[in-house]
């Protein structure tokens, strides 16, 4: 039987190319080889961006563009791809923090800057980005959906899960590995009945 993008999602593939990753092979791949990297690429975030409250949308943002590259193949090796697009996204973030003082510049039309304020579409774009994240997170059993949590919002270690849990590390690590694929198949299930890319 020939899967289509409106069939069941296992073995089914991303619309477009022909060497496109499907959607089970590329979720594992990211889980097994992408997710492990966190630690040191938080780390290299730390040393490498200022504002610490950023960390995490920067991780995020990494975690988006690597995953939508491998869409179209999975790179080999992951670690210097994952560092390398990490570094690219600090540098964009650079050249987009530098501003020019206005008293420099006498006739402001001159600049030609479009206003960067978020426009009400992005505003509901995000809201409804967000909706998605909590219904995911809401299908989740919920001690994984506890450790999920304590990672990636509250920012605990592995070891600090286990504790506040009471449970084992290997066991955080089930959770956090089975979490992440379980957010992963929901957003990307949801993503194509509306039918926008993933």
Not at 74 to 91: E, G, L, Q, S
């Amino acid at each position: 039987m020939v899967e289509t993008p409106d069939s069941d999602r296992d073995g089914a593939r991303f619309p477009g190319a022909e060497t496109a990753v499907t959607v089970d092979r590329l979720n594992d791949w990211f889980v097994r080889e992408v997710l492990p990297l966190e630690t040191a690429l938080i780390h290299f975030l730390r040393r490498s961006w200022r504002n610490s409250s950023e960390i995490g949308d920067l991780c995020q943002d990494v975690y988006v563009r690597v995953y939508e590259a491998a869409r179209k193949e999975i790179p080999d090796p992951v670690k210097p791809f994952v560092f390398t697009t990490a570094k690219n996204i600090v540098i964009d973030r650079i050249r987009h923090a530098q501003v020019v003082p206005i008293e420099t510049v006498s006739d402001v039309d001159f600049l030609s800057i479009a206003n960067e304020q978020p426009g009400a579409d992005r505003a509901v774009a995000a809201r409804e980005e967000l909706r998605r994240l909590q219904a995911a997170l809401d299908r989740m059993p919920p001690r994984c959906r506890e450790a999920v949590v304590l990672k990636k919002i509250d920012g605990l270690s592995t070891r600090e899960i286990a504790v506040r849990m009471g449970i084992a590390v290997r066991t955080v690590d089930r959770h956090l590995s089975d979490g992440a694929v379980m957010l992963a198949d929901f957003l990307n299930k949801t993503a194509d009945a509306k039918g926008d890319p993933v």
